[in-house]
């Protein structure tokens, strides 16, 4: 059974703080890594991917992924009340989807003005 | 392009009825997927289509469970007969390279 597992929260931060946001995941044939971003009663809208060891920035975003560890993280900086949100964790084998794409409990993130 | 479609947004029945709820794709996305979400369980892939054709159906949790895309444009997931556990939001999704587009949900209730 693929797993993939975040602390649920809810993680606190102040306004212009970094929100760290982690997720593990069980299978070392994972290919892709995926994180979205889902508001109280919305559906799961995607922020960021990323495949590769490293880290990958987007605007206030970085996403860190560590293939060894199998660890995958996203950092928000300069973090906003607009992004209080549930953070979902999604990971899958190779580039298709399928019984092999999972998601993460999500985590839940309040940012405090 | 108005995104994911789903109707209907909320659905309240009684355990035994039959359930039908519906998508419409983003245009010229070749995937389609269907999801549930609920607090125990998080979100699950129960079923996805590849231009049209199901691929995957091993999320399906029962027999009473099933879904069908007659076209690139319609898709719909039908529970026969609905039980209270079935009681959950239901998301559809198409997939743009490697993107997937949420729609709104459906909110059912089985009562």
């Known amino acids: 059974q693929k797993e993939v597992e975040q602390n649920s929260g809810p993680l606190s931060v102040p306004e212009g703080a970094i929100a760290s946001l982690n997720c593990t995941y069980s299978d070392r044939g994972s290919q892709s890594f995926f994180w979205y971003r889902q508001y109280s009663g919305k559906s799961p809208e995607l922020i960021m991917s990323?495949?590769?060891?490293g880290d990958k920035e987007d605007g206030r975003f970085t996403a860190q992924l560590n293939k060894a560890s199998q660890y995958v993280s996203l950092l928000i900086r300069d973090s906003q009340p607009s992004d209080s949100a549930t953070y979902l964790c999604a990971v899958n084998e190779g580039d298709n989807y399928g019984q092999n794409f999972v998601f993460g409990p999500g985590t839940r993130l309040s940012v405090l003005p | 392009d108005a995104g994911v479609i789903q109707s209907p947004r909320h659905e309240v029945t009684e355990m035994g009825q039959e359930v039908t709820l519906r998508c419409k794709p983003i245009s010229g996305h070749d995937y389609l997927f269907w999801y549930r979400q609920t607090m125990m369980r998080g979100l699950e892939l129960l079923i996805y289509?590849?231009?049209?054709?199901?691929?995957?159906d091993s999320g399906m949790p029962e027999d009473r469970f099933s879904a069908k895309m007659p076209n690139a444009s319609f898709s719909t997931l039908k529970i026969q007969p609905s039980e209270p556990r079935d009681s959950a939001v239901y998301f559809c999704?198409?997939?743009?390279?490697?993107?997937?587009?949420f729609g709104p949900g459906t909110r059912l209730t089985v009562l």
């Open positions: 990323i495949y590769s060891n």
């Open positions: 999704a198409s997939r743009w390279r490697d993107e997937q587009f």
């Open positions: 289509f590849n231009n049209n054709v199901p691929i995957d």
